[in-house]
């Protein structure tokens, strides 16, 4: 049984959420501050954090750091916090999707369904995947039908398809790919994404595989 922790200070939410996930046969731990979040992801090992950022002691953002220094768990950030930087920061940190109050129980649902899938097939290599017409191979970097990509686009492409429907930001792109020293060359990333829509996309002004989250970075929708 899937195991969640569930963080956040409004008694509202965590009842809410309590019952919605039991429900489906989630096992459920909350804690109404970053503190007790730390504690009880330290003596209950969860399967998957859900994680409010505005917390009475601790900036959720902090609360992601410390869960980084020791585990990799699946971390969905719920916040009332809108604004681009703040979803950059919580990703920057270590988050792996982000949900904006207020939201839909569907819609949290789905997000756990895919965040969790991604963390169980993370240490399986992926077999060939489909990108509009065309099936690539990571593992022996071809592309049917035959498309030529440079290592900077092979590189790219690999980052994005390796982690299927989750959001990458554009600080993380550009450091793994072109380097720490080029954090903030966001036309870079532009400029390839565009290029890789080209050789990819069924319709590059259309794209449905590789998308762009304005403001925040790229994400591989299979």
């Known amino acids: 049984m899937t195991r969640i922790l569930v963080v956040d200070d409004d008694p509202q939410i965590l009842r809410a959420l309590r019952i919605n996930l039991r429900a489906r046969r989630y096992e459920v731990d909350v804690a109404a501050d970053g503190a007790s979040a730390l504690k009880a992801a330290a003596a209950h090992s969860p399967d998957l954090v859900v994680l409010d950022l505005g917390l009475p002691d601790l900036d959720g953002t902090e609360v992601i750091r410390g869960l980084r220094g020791w585990t990799t768990v699946p971390i969905i950030v719920l916040s009332g916090r809108a604004e681009g930087g703040d979803k950059v920061a919580a990703l ?11 939201f839909g129980v569907d819609e949290l649902l ?14 399986t290599p992926p077999g060939p995947i489909t990108l509009g017409q065309h099936t690539i191979d990571l593992a022996g970097h071809t592309i049917t039908p035959e498309q030529r990509l440079t290592p900077t686009e092979w590189q790219l492409l690999e980052r994005l398809l390796r982690n299927p429907g989750k959001l990458i930001t554009q600080r993380s792109l550009l450091h793994d790919v072109w380097g720490p020293q080029y954090d903030t060359e966001t036309n870079y990333l532009r400029q390839y994404m565009a290029r890789l829509r ?18 925040m970075g790229y994400r591989f929708q299979p």
Do not use: C
């Open 92 to 102: 920057d940190a270590g988050a792996d999707d982000y949900v904006t109050k207020p």
């Open 110 to 123: 789905a997000r756990i369904r895919a965040v969790t899938r991604r963390a169980q097939s993370s240490d």
């Open 198 to 215: 080209r050789k990819l996309e069924d319709d590059p002004t259309r794209p449905r595989h590789l998308i762009t989250e304005p403001g």
